[in-house]
Every structure is written in structure tokens, then in C-alpha cells.
């Protein structure tokens, strides 16, 4: 049964998120480290999208719609210092792909998000970060033949031609890579273990 004043309220946080994400691109500040006003705001949408799917469980498809749907998983891949609101999301959303009422493009970025965050491999390959040559590719991942292999069965497209268009969109937005590469490692851990990713 859709649920349009919920879809509305969904779709209306990822508004937000996409017009300061582009607010900070135009004023160079989106990637110097995780922005405190972009934090602030990834932890209230967070919170308002959390008593939403207490109300109504997981937006799927058949309850949102397919744009509120995907409004709410930008939402939650956005919610990276809530990692308990994160993975209480992928199984709802692991569920939900299982009955066919989501996406599961969706639930492999959330499952790759979250691997990394908690040091482990991934299975899809969906997560970036600069390397030490300066060059954004994917984070650690457990073997590229069956990454592809799943990369395909869902839809995605091959691991290699994905690092190009990544490569492509940095260059589009100006990204560039740290200037102390130690220094940004060493800030990322630590903020993992602020927000409990690391123990």
C-alpha cells in the first residue's frame, strides 16, 4: 500500500542532501574531509528516516514508490556516522531485495559501505577512495572475478570501466586527492573509532 505523505517526507531529506552537496562543490569544500554542516545534516536526515521506517519498516518500493525508495537508501548510504541506523537498514534491506521489493543495486553499495567502514573486503566493489599514487580506485575488495561476477548478476557494469567513469566524474567536479596521504588515513581512523565503526 503506498504511503505518499511518507514518500514526500523522503524524498524532500535527499533534496536537502543533493543541494548541500552541490553548495559545497561550487565553494571547493566537499572534499576537504567530511564537512561538519554535511554531517550534521547526514544525522538529522538519519533521525527523521528512522522514526519514518519505525512507522512503516523499510520504504520499499510497493510503500514509497520507486523515487522516495531510492531517496531513502541515498539517505542511509549518507548516514556513515550512524553505523548502528546503517546496518539495522541492510538487513531490512536485504529482506526486502529477497521479496523483490527493492533494489539490489541498493543493498550492494549499503553492503560495500559498510565493509569498509568496518576494515572488511568488499563484495561489489562500489566504494572509492584515493590511493597512494593520488588515483581514485576501489577500496579493498576480496577477488575482482567474482566481484564482476556479482557486479553483472545484479546489473552493474565491470569494476575497470566503473574506476574510468569514477576517475572521469572527480575530474568533472575538480576533486583532488590529499596532500598528506598519511595524515587523511590517520583522520579517517580516528573518526571511525569516534562514531564506533572501530572499536
Known amino acids: 500500500m503506498m504511503t505518499p505523505k511518507f514518500a514526500d517526507k523522503i524524498i524532500a531529506l535527499k533534496k536537502k542532501d543533493l543541494e548541500l552537496r552541490d553548495e559545497l562543490i561550487k565553494n571547493g569544500k566537499l572534499f576537504e574531509g567530511y564537512n561538519k554542516k554535511m554531517e550534521r545534516l547526514h544525522n538529522s536526515n ?28 541515498l539517505v542511509i548510504q549518507h548516514s556513515i556516522s550512524q553505523p548502528m541506523f546503517m546496518k539495522k537498514c541492510k538487513e531490512l534491506l536485504e529482506n526486502a531485495v529477497i521479496e523483490n521489493r527493492a533494489d ?23 566504494q572509492f577512495d584515493w ?15 567474482k566481484v564482476n561476477g556479482r557486479r ?8 575497470q570501466d566503473q574506476t574510468e567513469l569514477i576517475r572521469s ?12 596521504f598519511e595524515k587523511r588515513k590517520k583522520e579517517i581512523l580516528d573518526w571511525k ?3 564506533g565503526w572501530v572499536k
Do not use: C, M
Open 46 to 73: 538519519a533521525a527523521i528516516l528512522n522514526n519514518v521506517i519505525d512507522k512503516i519498516g523499510y520504504p520499499t518500493i510497493d510503500k514509497v514508490g520507486e523515487e522516495a525508495s531510492e531517496a531513502a537508501w
Open 104 to 126: 539490489p543495486v541498493h543493498l550492494a553499495y549499503l553492503t560495500d559501505r559498510i565493509a569498509v567502514y568496518e576494515g572488511k573486503p568488499q563484495l561489489y566493489g562500489t
Open 131 to 145: 590511493d597512494e599514487s593520488g588515483r581514485l580506485s576501489p577500496q579493498f575488495y576480496d577477488d575482482l572475478t
Open 152 to 159: 553483472i548478476a545484479i546489473g552493474l557494469n565491470a569494476l
Open 169 to 180: 566524474q572527480a575530474e568533472k567536479e575538480n576533486q583532488s586527492p590529499p596532500e598528506d
Open 193 to 195: 573509532i569516534k562514531v
